[in-house]
């Protein structure tokens, strides 16, 4: 996987007036002692030193404002330093949910699983303050649902992640062990705006 151009996609964000929560600051170290790779703890903060941010884990707060730059620097270390693919990536995107305060908001608005769709951009916006997240298209008799990302372009391998944690929403709202996330439309491709095709079963 090519990583070439990490240090320049930070360089870039880093000049954004983007915030995310710190939920992935926060709960990065509870990911690794969950997969069994806490011993690369330290690498991943000197990795993420690299790259411009000091994080020291305790002090994080996952309801905390942090730049998104900082949060993609701890994306591309763990990338580095785990040898992610791109099916690890996802992976990590569906385990989130799980761990973060984000599956509370899902707790929050679920009512149905349509009802909660037409919230997301609402949990989007609790999460990272830029961005629009689109609610544009469910369908409930062929189980599948559209949702369109504009206005915040990070990196290739982090929409890999965004459809994993899509993905794990789905898994959360209905109820079902079949779902699937796939982005269909991508900015770093060409086209106007990021889209996931969410499906279940």
Known sequence: MKN??????IERLRKLDARTRGDLLDVADDYLKKTGKAELL?????????????????EIHAMRWYPVAMEIALFFSMIEI???????????G????????????????FIAVEKTYQQAPVIWRRHMDSGELETHEFNKAKKYC??????LDLHPLYCIF???MFEGMA????????????????????DDYHEFIVSWE
């Open 94 to 109: 569906k385990s989130f949910v799980k761990i973060s305060f984000i599956e509370r908001i899902l707790a929050k608005y």
């Open 146 to 151: 559209v949702l369109r990302l504009k206005g």
């Open 162 to 164: 965004l459809a994993g």
């Open 82 to 92: 785990l040898g992610w693919e791109e099916k690890d990536i996802k992976e990590f």
């Open 42 to 58: 330290e690498k991943i903060v000197a990795k993420t030193a690299d790259y411009g941010y000091s994080l020291t884990f305790k």
């Open 171 to 190: 898994d959360f709202i209905t109820g079902s062990k079949i779902n699937r996330c796939q982005e269909s439309q991508c900015v770093f491709r060409g």
């Open 4 to 9: 070439s151009d990490f240090k320049e996609t």
